[in-house]
């Protein structure tokens, strides 16, 4: 599965075992198993969850400090709800990696870094047809956008900094 | 009216590159057919019946001359020399070719215009009161909350992969001509006891498969906290509405699993959360926005106009029409003009290349170059002088576009049906002629006065058939088209959903019935009762005995 950020393609360092039973350093582990992983985190393994997007971003709450990434699954490109789990985990005060894992396309890929997502979990089915290029060229096509708050360039800043330096 | 400002234009150019990108990549593979959809859905490129179909937004319903004439110059380049438009104050043209739309949404960029989400499972275009401005009553002029509204909607990051399309109306008159309650969310300008102006938020209305008239969730939101608190209305809708079910999507359906007051409780919860300054548009960006829609440069004049007068003394068919298509406006001297797309046999909303342009020339003249879109598919000029209504007039009559009929039986709204909808289960324009030709008479029209005839071919009520006094939905029973009568609806303050009289009739027997019941209003009214007071007066049961008359003739 590819990973990619808005510099391009990466090597992803962590690995998703949905018990925690993998003794690797990075590793994902699933919500359920949340803190088991973190109780018998002994040796200073990096801690990662993977969430399904119907769970709260209030029931990670008590995590954030703990866990240096977070996965959102995308079931579906349709499905948006990732994106405002996204948004209010960076709300909540999370600083760590947001990843979002799942058919996401190249199209939305400047709504999931506003959103706060740092890297997608791409799987290769999509990544055939929509190589990096297309990743990188798409998340630059909409200079400015209109929503204060979301990471891009927003209009409604530039114009009060135009009106300020009149 | 707004104007674009560089930002706003490199945005929508941007938008068109981005676009014709994603076109290019369709074709090449990278974007499979179920991927490409939702993006062609949120430029407003359908797939319909014959062919595709483009629906180009037009915010709020407020349209220039100089883009009225780009609109002529696309249908005739593009399409078959007319446009239609619809409940929403969209155009839509239904023969341009896929291959063609990047250059067609070049065109409306160079006019400020834009398809952006028409279409798919986003915020679609903000609509408004067609009155605005021009009201006497009304506390603020809604355009430029929903011009603020539309830029912030346009392509959000968060909220643009919705479980279903999501609409959002704005009236600032306690009188709603903008059927805010048959919203997704309905705000209505007001103004405080201490007199600060705000808005009273109401969410959870939608017609369709499941009608709903929309709760009030707030009662007053200071206008500053606009922006947020919709962001948060948004996300509790983004995170908590159905996905697992098409028809159960709309929030209209979430606050009435959850009720309006959880629904509330979520969102004021969420709202609370949100660090409102960091979200509103500052200040002088609303004064910026205000400012284009400060009133036109209005000359002094007496209230009566001699001229007019001796016009309407003069020529009848003027009289008739002035009596019927005018508007009082705030302004002494002045009166807003609907004209009216519904001339007898015509599609509701059709209109040609040369109409839109004859419209536009007047409104240049005679309007301070400004027109707006009716939800009930017509068109207004909102600025007349009353000296000049006779001109105007004149000039209506030689595009053929002087029906006197505005409010009247003849003002039918239909959507577009089976003869162009990939969705219908029966014809509705077929209908509505059929309609028009029964009560076209002008005399006839004139005494029954006030009515709405809303017609849809199918259930997804693009044609508000649920809000009709009287409503239509065609639909299909063992391979036949069968059109269930409503009656009672009601689109405006005091929104009420139609209920059905009885049985599904066949296409011609629909004219018959409706006579039927109009025949009952006429001989049970009281002097001066409109249609819509005597059903509320009489009840369904008249009404229903009448109708299951005909439909027991017909069996
Ligand atoms: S009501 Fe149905 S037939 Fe009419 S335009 Fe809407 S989807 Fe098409």
Same mark, same amino acid.
């Given at each position: 599965m590819p990973l990619l950020d808005r510099t391009g393609l990466r090597d992803d360092i962590w690995v998703r075992s949905e018990d925690g039973a993998s003794g690797a350093e990075h590793v994902i582990v699933g919500f359920a198993y949340l803190d088991a992983a973190l109780a018998g985190n002994g040796r200073g393994r990096k801690i990662g969850v993977a969430i399904a997007n119907d769970v709260k971003a209030s029931a990670l709450e008590p995590y954030l400090e703990q866990v240096e990434l977070i996965s959102i699954a995308f079931p579906n490109y349709g499905d948006g709800r990732g994106f405002s789990i996204a948004k209010q985990l960076r709300a909540l005060g999370f600083k760590g990696v947001l990843r979002a894992h799942g058919p996401l396309i190249a199209d939305q890929f400047a709504y999931a870094l506003d959103c706060g997502f740092d890297e997608i979990d791409l799987p290769d089915s999509v990544a055939l047809r929509q190589p990096i290029e297309q990743w990188l060229a798409m998340a630059g096509t909409i200079s400015h956008t209109y929503q204060r708050g979301y990471g891009a360039q927003n209009i409604l800043d530039a114009r009060r900094a135009a009106r300020t330096t009149v | 009216m707004y104007r674009y400002d560089e930002f706003d234009a490199r945005f929508v150019r941007e938008r068109v590159a981005q676009f014709r990108a994603q076109v290019a990549r369709r074709l090449d593979g990278s974007l499979t057919e179920d991927e490409f959809k939702p993006l062609r859905l949120k430029n407003g490129v359908y797939l319909q019946l014959h062919a595709y179909m483009l629906r180009i937004a037009v915010p709020y319903g407020t349209l220039s001359s100089r883009q009225l004439r780009q609109l002529a110059l696309i249908g005739e380049k593009f399409d078959r020399g007319y446009g239609h438009f619809t409940t929403r104050t969209n155009m839509q043209f239904n023969w341009p070719r896929l291959r063609d739309v990047p250059e067609i949404l070049d065109l409306l960029a160079d006019v400020e215009m834009h398809c952006i989400q028409t279409s798919g499972n986003c915020i679609r275009n903000v609509t408004a009161d067609h009155f605005a401005g021009i009201a006497a009553n009304e506390v603020e002029d809604p355009r430029p909350t929903a011009e603020l509204v539309r830029q912030w909607s346009s392509l959000h990051p968060e909220f643009d992969y919705l479980p279903r399309k999501f609409k959002i109306a704005v009236t !600032?008159?306690?009188?709603?001509? *903008?059927?805010?309650? *048959?919203?997704?969310i309905g705000l209505r300008i007001l103004r405080s006891k201490d007199g600060e102006v705000g808005y009273e938020v109401m969410v959870g209305g939608g017609l369709g498969r499941t009608p709903m008239i929309a709760k009030t969730i707030r009662d007053f939101l200071p206008k500053k906290d606009l922006l947020a608190y919709l962001e948060a209305i948004l996300r509790v809708y983004n995170l908590e509405g159905r996905r697992d079910n098409k028809y159960k999507a709309r929030v209209k359906i979430l606050v009435h699993e959850i009720g309006a007051e959880e629904f509330a409780r979520q969102v004021e919860e969420e709202f609370a959360k949100l660090d409102g300054p960091s979200i509103a548009a500052d200040a002088q960006e609303v004064a910026r926005i205000a400012a284009y829609f400060a009133?036109? *440069?209005y000359e002094t004049l007496p209230a009566r106009s001699l001229a007019f007068e001796a016009a309407k003394n003069e020529n009848r068919a003027f009289a008739t029409w002035a009596s019927v298509n005018l508007f009082p406006h705030r302004v002494p001297g002045y009166a807003a003009a609907t004209i009216s797309l519904?001339?007898?046999g015509e599609a509701p909303g059709d209109i040609t290349s040369d109409q839109m342009r004859a419209v536009a020339d007047l409104a240049e003249r005679y309007s301070f170059d400004e027109m707006r879109i009716t939800h009930a598919q017509n068109v207004v000029l909102p600025y007349v002088k009353k000296d000049d209504l006779f001109a105007v007039w004149e000039g209506l009559v030689a595009a053929g576009?002087?029906?006197?009929?505005? !409010?009247?039986?003849?003002d039918i709204i239909a959507c577009p049906g089976l003869d162009f909808c990939s969705l219908a289960t029966a014809r509705s324009i077929p209908i509505a002629q059929a309609l028009a030709h029964r009560f076209g008479d002008e005399k006839r029209q004139l005494d029954i006065g006030e009515l709405n005839i809303k017609i849809s071919g199918?259930?997804?009520a693009c044609g508000h058939h649920h809000v009709g006094h009287i409503g239509i939905l065609g639909l299909e029973k063992s391979g036949q088209e069968s059109y269930q009568i409503t009656l009672g609806g009601d689109a405006t303050e005091t929104a009420a959903i139609g209920e059905r009289l009885g049985p599904g009739l066949a296409a011609d027997d629909v004219p018959d019935a409706i006579e039927r019941i109009v025949n009952v209003y006429l001989a049970r009214?009281?002097? !001066?009762?409109t249609f819509i007071e005597a059903v509320r007066r009489l009840g369904l049961e008249p009404f229903k005995t009448a109708f299951q008359e005909k439909t027991h003739a017909a069996a």
């Open positions: - | !600032g008159d306690a009188r709603d001509r *903008a059927v805010v309650k *048959a919203h997704d009133p036109p *440069a519904k001339a007898i576009l002087a029906t006197a009929n505005a !409010g009247l039986i003849t199918c259930i997804n009214r009281t002097s !001066g009762e």
